[in-house]
């Protein structure tokens, strides 16, 4: 059983760009989170996906979008980077939603 | 709203040292409450978990007791070691939620 996998791990990007992070969850999870993790912060909620709908959104500008595919796997994309949205993004699985969540290693996007 | 308050880190200890991190809570209504750790370059890990009053998580030594008198969830281990060494996160599901909320994390550095 493979857990959740995220790519790239690793992204430097400059202000104005645009990102998009993926995410694979694990095998038979159908919901997806997301969140930013800044530096000595705990994970800040962005959204979640539920069989390949949004179903819940945190404080987070509509320039921060998302997409989750019939096989769960999932997107976050940024538009018009600003500098404060260097962080670590995190993606969580769950069996269901509301279940635990396992959490991929996260990407590490710098804007500069 | 919902918000979860740790203790700023970092602590401190030698190995074999009795370990607390404080927590405490505010909700609306009763929640699961949870420890998460995320070790060096990782995601977040579910350590222990507790879903009512006075209910009591235990996961690898490590212990935590939910107190609905003093809205606390403090994490405790009696004997820490090395491979302690990681941030550790509180956080809430309010009932009929489906996304938990974080504390900002503690930072445990346990020496030899």
């Known amino acids: 059983e493979t857990g959740v996998t995220q790519s790239p791990t690793h992204l430097i990007k400059t202000r104005g760009q645009q990102v998009t992070l993926r995410c694979s969850s694990q095998s038979g999870h159908n919901t997806v989170s997301w969140y930013q993790q800044a530096l000595g912060q705990g994970p800040q909620f962005i959204f979640q996906y539920y069989r390949e709908e949004e179903n819940g959104r945190g404080n987070f500008p509509p320039r921060f979008s998302g997409l989750q595919f019939p096989n769960y796997s999932s997107e976050l994309n940024v538009n018009a980077l600003e500098l404060d949205d260097s962080a670590l993004y995190l993606c969580?699985?769950?069996?269901?939603?509301?279940?635990?969540?396992?959490f991929g290693s996260g990407t590490q996007l710098s804007v500069l | 709203g919902n918000s979860v308050t740790q203790m700023e880190g970092p602590v401190t200890l030698s190995e074999e040292a009795f370990l607390t991190i404080n927590c405490t809570y505010t909700?609306?209504?009763?929640?699961?409450l949870f420890w998460y750790v995320q070790y060096p370059g990782e995601g977040l890990q579910l350590l222990l978990k507790a879903t009512k009053a006075d209910d009591k998580g235990s996961n690898k030594g490590f212990e935590a007791t939910y107190r609905k008198e003093t809205t606390s969830f403090h994490l405790e281990k009696g004997s820490v070691q090395v491979s302690d060494s990681a941030v550790y996160f509180c956080?809430?599901?309010?009932?009929?939620?489906?996304?938990?909320?974080f504390g900002r994390g503690t930072s445990l550095i346990v020496h030899p």
């Open positions: 956080a809430l599901l309010e009932g009929g939620s489906y996304i938990p909320t």
């Open positions: 909700a609306t209504g009763y929640p699961s």
């Open positions: 969580a699985s769950s069996l269901e939603r509301g279940e635990k969540l396992f």
